[in-house]
């Protein structure tokens, strides 16, 4: 039996979009939770994709046979870096072909949420240029394609939860006049690819430091493959990466962040880590379509 995910996952083109997290308020019932996710819910269309995921405590409180997973927890590396936990229980993660479009679904969702939740994030998000991370580094080239990317982003069909993802969530701000003040070679070499045209550097001219050397990562001779769709945000003053991806196994994410923090085996943290701060963190599973309209369907 198939599981269709929720298309969202891999909608490419939109360049506008809009991250909400929500914390129940206590002795919500699970039917008063699925009222308002049934008011929230919105169908895609060609302007408007919507993906809605669940923390820990939210999706066993709506459905026992969804996937047993721990919250994030905060993760402590090497020189005091910490990456600090932040879960909350409902995610919703908006893309729209417009902000204004976007904006209106944005308030569709949190006005059908406001009886059952508060909006601990409530962020907008954009394409940067040719999909670039605000420090002008283009993010995603090194992205699984086609079938690569399902089966690095999907719950596989023997696992509980086939066709469904893991999803984590993390706020990256960044100190950008710190990074745009090194010549652009050291910028590079913070990356582990070269700026304009995003080249791997070779194995030899890869430092261990480097951000492609931490999360190109194998454990037990398994790729740390996921399916990276962060998003750049921001005003004047406060900017940076709204980290996102999608991913089969959640152990995958913990390998990744525990290499850019220098907390496993290697002890190598994340240059990367001395120009952006990790401000949140959460973990969700997002079910797979027909879990989700099941739910709404029947309650
Ligand atoms: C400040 C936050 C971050 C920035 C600015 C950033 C930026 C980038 C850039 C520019 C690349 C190289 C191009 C590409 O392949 O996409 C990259 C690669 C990658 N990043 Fe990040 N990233 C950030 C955080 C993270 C986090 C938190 C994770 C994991 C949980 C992660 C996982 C990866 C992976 C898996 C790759 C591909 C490595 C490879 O196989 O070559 N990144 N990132």
Known sequence: MSHPEQPGIFRQGFRHF??????????????????ALRAAHLADSDTLAVVVA????????????????PPFHAIHGRDGFVMPATQHDVLFWLQGADSDVLFDAVRHVHAAMV??????VDIPCFTYHDSRDLTGFIDGSANPQGRAARNAALIAADQPGAGGSYVFTQRWDHDLAAFQALPV?????IIGRTKPDSVEFDAADM???AHVAR???????????????????GTAR??????????CRLGRFDA???????????????????FSTPATGAYWYAPPARQLADWLAGG
């Not at 999360?215 to 945000?233: H, N, Q, Y």
Request: glycine share 8%.
């Open 207 to 209: 430092p261990q430091t």
């Open 18 to 35: 809009h991250v909400l997290e929500y914390r129940l308020h206590d002795g919500v019932t699970r039917g008063a939770l699925l009222n």
């Open 256 to 274: 990744l962040l525990r290499s850019m923090a220098g907390a496993d085996e290697a002890g190598v943290r994340d240059r990367l880590t001395d």
């Open 115 to 120: 009886p059952v939740a508060d909006a601990a």
């Open 215 to 233: 999360t190109d990562l194998k454990v037990d001779g398994e790729a740390m493959k996921i399916w990276r769709r962060s998003m750049p945000f």
């Open 185 to 189: 070679r050291e910028q590079e070499m």
């Open 238 to 247: 406060e900017h940076g990466l709204w980290f996102l991806a999608f991913s």
């Open 54 to 69: 669940f923390g820990p405590a939210c999706a066993q409180h709506l459905d026992d046979s969804t996937p047993v997973f």
